[in-house]
Protein backbone atom coordinates (compact mmCIF):
# COMPACT_ATOMS: atom_id res chain seq x y z
CA UNK A 1 0.00 0.00 0.00
CA UNK A 2 1.34 3.28 -0.82
CA UNK A 3 1.63 6.19 2.07
CA UNK A 4 0.88 9.04 -0.73
CA UNK A 5 -2.22 7.33 -1.98
CA UNK A 6 -3.68 8.39 1.86
CA UNK A 7 -3.93 11.35 1.89
CA UNK A 8 -5.53 11.89 5.70
CA UNK A 9 -2.71 10.26 6.82
CA UNK A 10 -0.08 12.83 5.55
CA UNK A 11 -2.46 15.65 6.50
CA UNK A 12 -3.41 13.99 9.94
CA UNK A 13 0.73 13.78 10.63
CA UNK A 14 2.17 16.23 8.22
CA UNK A 15 1.98 19.32 10.70
CA UNK A 16 2.54 17.25 13.80
CA UNK A 17 6.09 15.85 12.06
CA UNK A 18 6.91 19.19 11.46
CA UNK A 19 6.61 20.40 15.02
CA UNK A 20 8.13 17.70 16.58
CA UNK A 21 11.07 17.52 14.44
CA UNK A 22 11.31 21.58 14.70
CA UNK A 23 11.84 20.84 18.29
CA UNK A 24 13.94 18.05 18.24
CA UNK A 25 16.19 18.93 15.23
CA UNK A 26 18.36 22.00 17.23
CA UNK A 27 19.01 19.49 20.46
CA UNK A 28 20.03 16.34 17.51
CA UNK A 29 22.25 18.98 15.52
CA UNK A 30 20.34 18.41 12.43
CA UNK A 31 18.18 19.96 9.90
CA UNK A 32 14.61 19.74 10.84
CA UNK A 33 13.49 18.52 7.43
CA UNK A 34 16.37 15.57 7.60
CA UNK A 35 14.65 14.50 10.63
CA UNK A 36 11.19 14.68 8.84
CA UNK A 37 12.55 12.35 6.11
CA UNK A 38 13.73 10.03 8.04
CA UNK A 39 10.55 9.54 10.35
CA UNK A 40 9.06 9.45 7.28
CA UNK A 41 11.28 6.50 5.60
CA UNK A 42 10.95 4.58 9.24
CA UNK A 43 7.22 5.08 8.45
CA UNK A 44 7.11 3.29 4.78
CA UNK A 45 9.60 0.58 6.35
CA UNK A 46 7.43 0.00 9.52
CA UNK A 47 4.49 -1.00 6.91
CA UNK A 48 6.47 -2.64 4.51
CA UNK A 49 7.87 -5.60 7.09
CA UNK A 50 4.71 -5.94 8.46
CA UNK A 51 2.34 -8.37 7.79
CA UNK A 52 -0.04 -8.77 5.10
CA UNK A 53 -3.36 -7.81 7.19
CA UNK A 54 -1.46 -4.81 8.84
CA UNK A 55 -3.44 -1.89 9.81
CA UNK A 56 -2.87 0.78 7.47
CA UNK A 57 -1.23 3.17 10.21
CA UNK A 58 -0.08 2.80 13.55
CA UNK A 59 -3.26 2.73 16.13
CA UNK A 60 -1.89 5.99 17.92
CA UNK A 61 -0.58 7.83 14.87
CA UNK A 62 0.41 11.19 17.42
CA UNK A 63 2.23 8.85 19.94
CA UNK A 64 3.77 6.36 16.98
CA UNK A 65 5.40 9.88 15.45
CA UNK A 66 6.60 11.46 18.80
CA UNK A 67 8.46 8.60 19.30
CA UNK A 68 9.87 7.72 15.99
CA UNK A 69 11.18 11.65 15.93
CA UNK A 70 12.89 11.19 19.67
CA UNK A 71 14.44 7.72 18.11
CA UNK A 72 16.00 9.29 14.95
CA UNK A 73 16.94 12.36 17.00
CA UNK A 74 18.76 9.88 19.57
CA UNK A 75 20.40 8.07 16.46
CA UNK A 76 21.59 11.81 14.70
CA UNK A 77 23.29 12.52 18.55
CA UNK A 78 24.73 9.17 18.29
CA UNK A 79 25.97 8.98 14.79
CA UNK A 80 27.35 12.56 15.10
CA UNK A 81 29.70 11.93 18.61
CA UNK A 82 31.12 8.66 15.74
CA UNK A 83 31.47 10.67 13.17
CA UNK A 84 35.11 12.18 11.79
CA UNK A 85 35.62 14.41 8.90
CA UNK A 86 37.85 12.90 6.19
CA UNK A 87 39.37 15.86 6.09
CA UNK A 88 40.25 15.77 9.80
CA UNK A 89 41.87 12.83 9.76
CA UNK A 90 44.24 13.91 7.04
CA UNK A 91 45.32 17.35 8.95
CA UNK A 92 46.25 14.75 11.96
CA UNK A 93 47.94 12.77 9.78
CA UNK A 94 49.71 15.67 7.79
CA UNK A 95 50.26 16.67 11.55
CA UNK A 96 52.30 13.93 13.12
CA UNK A 97 54.70 13.48 9.95
CA UNK A 98 55.23 17.51 10.14
CA UNK A 99 56.15 16.65 14.75
CA UNK A 100 58.05 13.71 13.41
CA UNK A 101 60.18 16.32 11.16
CA UNK A 102 60.87 18.54 13.77
CA UNK A 103 60.80 16.15 16.67
CA UNK A 104 63.69 17.59 18.29
CA UNK A 105 63.00 21.35 17.81
CA UNK A 106 59.57 20.50 18.93
CA UNK A 107 61.02 18.64 22.16
CA UNK A 108 63.30 21.78 22.83
CA UNK A 109 60.80 24.18 22.28
CA UNK A 110 58.04 22.38 25.00
CA UNK A 111 60.93 21.55 27.70
CA UNK A 112 61.92 25.65 27.36
CA UNK A 113 58.17 26.53 27.67
CA UNK A 114 57.48 24.31 30.83
CA UNK A 115 60.85 25.51 32.20
CA UNK A 116 59.28 29.39 32.29
CA UNK A 117 56.34 28.02 33.58
CA UNK A 118 57.38 26.22 36.65
CA UNK A 119 59.78 29.10 36.82
CA UNK A 120 56.77 31.59 36.97
CA UNK A 121 54.54 29.17 39.56
CA UNK A 122 57.33 29.09 41.98
CA UNK A 123 57.66 32.76 42.10
CA UNK A 124 54.23 33.14 42.97
CA UNK A 125 53.00 34.36 46.18
CA UNK A 126 51.76 32.53 49.30
CA UNK A 127 50.27 28.51 49.15
CA UNK A 128 50.12 29.38 45.05
CA UNK A 129 53.19 27.71 44.16
CA UNK A 130 52.03 24.22 46.11
CA UNK A 131 48.95 24.86 44.46
CA UNK A 132 50.18 25.12 41.01
CA UNK A 133 52.62 22.16 41.11
CA UNK A 134 49.47 19.86 42.91
CA UNK A 135 47.17 20.83 39.53
CA UNK A 136 50.61 20.57 37.01
CA UNK A 137 51.80 16.94 38.37
CA UNK A 138 52.33 14.26 36.28
CA UNK A 139 50.41 12.71 38.80
CA UNK A 140 46.80 14.03 37.64
CA UNK A 141 45.27 14.02 41.16
CA UNK A 142 41.72 14.94 41.81
CA UNK A 143 41.15 18.13 43.65
CA UNK A 144 40.15 15.67 46.68
CA UNK A 145 43.25 14.40 46.78
CA UNK A 146 44.77 17.82 46.05
CA UNK A 147 42.90 19.39 49.71
CA UNK A 148 43.80 16.45 51.28
CA UNK A 149 47.64 16.64 50.55
CA UNK A 150 47.33 21.17 51.05
CA UNK A 151 45.56 20.91 53.94
CA UNK A 152 42.72 22.87 52.86
CA UNK A 153 38.80 22.80 52.01
CA UNK A 154 37.62 20.86 48.38
CA UNK A 155 35.39 23.68 48.35
CA UNK A 156 38.06 26.72 48.55
CA UNK A 157 40.14 25.31 45.87
CA UNK A 158 38.62 27.00 42.92
CA UNK A 159 38.78 30.67 44.85
CA UNK A 160 42.44 29.68 45.66
CA UNK A 161 42.70 28.32 41.74
CA UNK A 162 40.88 31.13 40.40
CA UNK A 163 43.22 33.65 42.05
CA UNK A 164 46.69 32.23 41.26
CA UNK A 165 45.93 32.12 37.49
CA UNK A 166 45.37 35.53 37.54
CA UNK A 167 48.20 36.35 39.75
CA UNK A 168 50.35 34.64 37.12
CA UNK A 169 48.90 35.35 34.22
CA UNK A 170 49.53 38.90 35.40
CA UNK A 171 53.07 37.91 35.91
CA UNK A 172 53.65 36.05 32.53
CA UNK A 173 51.93 39.30 30.47
CA UNK A 174 54.76 41.78 32.32
CA UNK A 175 57.52 39.71 31.04
CA UNK A 176 56.28 38.55 27.33
CA UNK A 177 57.41 41.59 25.62
CA UNK A 178 54.42 43.05 23.44
CA UNK A 179 54.71 42.21 19.89
CA UNK A 180 56.75 45.13 17.52
CA UNK A 181 55.53 46.17 14.65
CA UNK A 182 57.42 44.22 12.26
CA UNK A 183 59.24 46.51 9.90
CA UNK A 184 56.55 49.49 10.48
CA UNK A 185 58.63 51.47 13.59
CA UNK A 186 60.09 54.62 12.57
Same mark, same amino acid.
Given at each position: ????????????????? +? %?? !???? /???? $?????? =??? #? @????????????????????????????????????????????????????????????? +? %?? !???? /???? $?????? =??? #? @??????????????????????????????????????????????????????????????????
Amino acid at each position: MDLLKEPDLLGELGPLL +S %AE !AAAE /APGA $GVDAAD =LEQ #A @VWVRLLERRRHAPDPAPAHPEEPARWLRRAVRAEARLARRRARREVAYDARRHVADDRRAH +S %AT !APEA /ALLH $GESNRA =LRS #A @VARLPGRCPELMGALLSPRDLTYREIAGELGISQGSLGPVRSRCLGCLRRMLAAEVAAPGLWGKER
